[in-house]
T-cell receptor
Framework: EDQVTQSPEALRLQEGESSSLNCSYTVSGLRGLFWYRQDPGKGPEFLFTLYSAGEEKEKERLKATLTKKESFLHITAPKPEDSATYLC???????????FGTGTSLTVIP | DGGITQSPKYLFRKEGQNVTLSCEQNLNHDAMYWYRQDPGQGLRLIYYSQIVNDFQKGDIAEGYSVSREKKESFPLTVTSAQKNPTAFYLCASDTSTGELFFGEGSRLTVL
């Protein structure tokens, strides 16, 4: 069964304290793995797409990596404006379906 | 600017009423999706459409209906048969490389 599990559910960091969010997945055929940022009451905002193990993408303080079983979203020296819920999703070859994790709620304290 | 527009942002429904959520996109994407988001749960697929005049049920289609008469529009009707409709509803479309782009969402509350 295709599924996505994110951990931790919630993370509180001091400003400047780097950390990583995890996304573990099982999928019959991976077309792509996606990271999104979601602010309260808003739609998810696209961050990254990763297609194959070993691939890395960077954007400002965020870096996403991918292995055959999981992806990490590394946050370097976070700022309060990075506070949001980060969602991971996989796009399966089977039936053109997207599977979403439940997200990690990140709070960065000044 | 290109994007996905959902309306209304907030909607209240009385018991027994049908309500329709609007979703319009000017991204020229073929595929469009409706998701439901509840606290503590991942996004769940309600319906999706890959082409005009064609759509498929997702994992939680019961109590919902859609139409796709135009490429730009994919409205979702929440019928009285949906027993627990209070949720945040998200419309999305995807690019040729598979990235989903979302609207700002519609929050439906049952009174």
């Amino acid at each position: 069964e295709d599924q996505v599990t994110q951990s931790p559910e919630a993370l509180r960091l001091q400003e400047g304290e780097s950390s990583s969010l995890n996304c573990s997945y099982t999928v019959s055929g991976l077309r792509g793995l996606f990271w999104y940022r979601q602010d309260p009451g808003k739609g998810p905002e696209f961050l990254f797409t990763l297609y194959s193990a070993g691939e890395e993408k960077e954007k400002e303080r965020l870096k996403a990596t991918l292995t055959k079983k999981e992806s990490f979203l590394h946050i370097t020296a976070p700022k309060p404006e990075d506070s949001a819920t980060y969602l991971c999703a996989v796009h399966s070859n089977t039936g053109n379906q997207f599977y979403f994790g439940t997200g990690t709620s990140l709070t960065v304290i000044p | 600017d290109g994007g996905i527009t959902q309306s209304p942002k907030y909607l209240f429904r009385k018991e027994g009423q049908n309500v329709t959520l609007s979703c319009e996109q000017n991204l020229n994407h073929d595929a469009m999706y409706w998701y439901r988001q509840d606290p503590g749960q991942g996004l769940r697929l309600i319906y999706y459409s890959q082409i005009v005049n064609d759509f498929q049920k997702g994992d939680i289609a019961e109590g919902y209906s859609v139409s796709r008469e135009k490429k730009e529009s994919f409205p979702l009707t929440v019928t009285s048969a949906q027993k627990n409709p209070t949720a945040f509803y998200l419309c999305a479309s995807d690019t040729s490389t598979g990235e989903l782009f979302f609207g700002e969402g519609s929050r439906l509350t049952v009174l």
